[in-house]
């Protein structure tokens, strides 16, 4: 059975952002052979691009923070690709991309951020596989960027 995920996300007390255009030559989102591949995404906050490097300038609660606020552009992305994120049946896979020092080694909680925010909005189909990794630089001295592949219905 579906889920209302719009309900879901007001029950959260969630909005989503408006949909972010792409910063160079690429589209935000591609369907293919049922899934829908989600170019990474960056964090905004009040209309601001989140910046810094965790483990130099910036603490692991300001990169949870941007991890979430990237999976919210995610399904800001997703639903202006689909028109309804309640054809959304299950999230496969995050990719998060940590802006971090050489000694910073808590990427795996930066990306509990996205993940556990896909966990609440659509429950057991939001468990997905993940990849945390860190960067020394991302476009635009962003903090995070999250990518992702969805499975439709």
């Not at 255009?21 to 995404?41: D, K, R, W």
């Not at 601001?48 to 609660?61: C, F, I, K, N, S």
């Amino acid at each position: 059975m579906a889920t209302d995920i719009p309900a879901k996300l007001a029950e959260l007390g969630l909005t989503l952002p408006e949909a972010a255009a792409p910063v160079a030559a690429y589209v935000p989102a591609v369907e293919a052979g049922g899934l829908l591949h989600i170019s990474g995404q960056l964090p905004f906050q009040d209309g601001a691009l989140m910046t810094g490097r965790l483990g130099e300038d910036r603490e692991l609660d300001y990169g949870v923070e941007a991890a979430r606020r990237c999976a919210l552009m995610l399904l800001a992305q997703a639903e202006k690709a689909l028109g309804s994120l309640d054809r959304v049946s299950r999230v496969v896979k995050l990719g998060v991309f940590v802006n971090s020092a050489a000694s910073f080694t808590d990427q795996p909680k930066v990306a509990n951020g996205a993940s556990e925010l896909m966990v609440a909005v659509f429950g057991e189909a939001g468990k997905h596989a993940r990849s945390a990794v860190g960067v020394p630089v991302l476009p635009l001295g962003a903090v995070v960027e999250v990518d992702a592949i969805l499975e439709l219905r």
